[in-house]
């Protein structure tokens, strides 16, 4: 029998990126030579590399977003002006230096840029004010406002004041004033007034009222006031 029932992994070709498994000869030298108790052994040993590896993943993300977020603390003070050659800029855009505008850069019209820092591959709306701030990857509908402080890959709806902290991969609706904080992932829906804390991952449903502390994955149905 052997252990040449291992040949059989590339099958797991088709997985998701969760399910990828890396397997060392150390892992398997207790599996077993093969039959029903051998399998079972390599079966368990995956499932347990499986979950180690998305603890390590997690660990990793909460890691990356604590060092985003100290670095684009740190970049506020920007002092040296410069505009990277292939940003795009609609008719009457402002930008009043110093600004660091990076690659790919989308400024829409009438929108006015002062002492931001704006990393490659952001798209800001027309009639935007962006004012002291960084951001990076982030979509911002029209009529955005924004003096805090928008993690990467943040998205914005349109008519929202933004003063507070937004975190990375964060979504906020349209028509929204943020002076707290929202979290990494956080949903945050339309016609809502943000002062308090919304945790990593929570949803909030619109037209409401966050004032307190909504707790990491929560979710907060339409029209509430917390």
Same mark, same amino acid.
């Given at each position: 029998?052997?252990r040449?029932g291992?040949g059989?992994?590339?099958?797991?070709g088709?997985a998701?990126?969760?399910?990828?498994v890396v %397997?060392n000869?150390n892992?398997?030298?207790n599996?077993g030579?093969?039959?029903?108790?051998?399998e079972?052994a390599?079966?368990?040993?995956?499932q347990r590399?499986?979950k180690?590896?998305k603890?390590?993943q997690n660990a990793?993300?909460?890691?990356?977003?604590?060092?985003?977020?100290?670095?684009?603390?740190e970049?506020?003070? %920007?002092t040296e002006?410069?505009?990277?050659?292939? +940003?795009?800029t609609?008719?009457? &855009? @402002?930008?009043i230096?110093? &600004?660091?505008?990076?690659e790919k +850069?989308?400024?829409?019209?009438h *929108? +006015?840029?002062?002492k931001a820092i704006i990393?490659k591959n952001?798209?800001v709306g027309?009639h &935007?004010?962006?004012l002291? @701030?960084v951001m990076?990857?982030?979509?911002?509908?029209a009529?955005?406002?924004v003096?805090g402080t928008v993690?990467?890959? +943040?998205s914005?709806?349109?008519?929202?004041v933004?003063?507070g =902290?937004v975190q990375?991969?964060?979504?906020v609706?349209?028509n &929204? @004033?943020? @002076?707290g904080?929202?979290g990494? #992932?956080? %949903?945050v829906? *339309?016609?809502?007034? %943000? *002062?308090?804390?919304? #945790?990593?991952g929570?949803?909030? #449903?619109?037209? *409401?009222s966050?004032e307190? =502390?909504?707790?990491?994955?929560?979710?907060?149905?339409?029209?509430s006031t917390v």
């Amino acid at each position: 029998g052997g252990r040449g029932g291992r040949g059989g992994r590339g099958g797991r070709g088709h997985a998701g990126e969760e399910d990828v498994v890396v %397997v060392n000869e150390n892992d398997l030298e207790n599996e077993g030579e093969g039959g029903e108790e051998g399998e079972a052994a390599r079966r368990k040993n995956r499932q347990r590399q499986i979950k180690r590896n998305k603890k390590k993943q997690n660990a990793k993300n909460e890691t990356d977003g604590a060092e985003d977020d100290e670095e684009d603390d740190e970049a506020t003070g %920007v002092t040296e002006h410069f505009v990277h050659p292939s +940003v795009e800029t609609g008719p009457h &855009c @402002t930008i009043i230096p110093p &600004c660091h505008i990076g690659e790919k +850069v989308v400024l829409g019209a009438h *929108s +006015v840029i002062e002492k931001a820092i704006i990393r490659k591959n952001t798209r800001v709306g027309p009639h &935007c004010k962006i004012l002291g @701030t960084v951001m990076a990857q982030a979509e911002l509908g029209a009529h955005v406002n924004v003096e805090g402080t928008v993690g990467h890959g +943040v998205s914005i709806g349109p008519n929202t004041v933004v003063s507070g =902290k937004v975190q990375r991969k964060a979504i906020v609706g349209p028509n &929204c @004033t943020i @002076t707290g904080h929202v979290g990494v #992932g956080a %949903v945050v829906g *339309s016609n809502c007034v %943000v *002062s308090g804390d919304v #945790g990593n991952g929570a949803c909030v #449903g619109h037209n *409401s009222s966050i004032e307190g =502390k909504v707790q990491k994955e929560e979710v907060i149905k339409a029209n509430s006031t917390v």
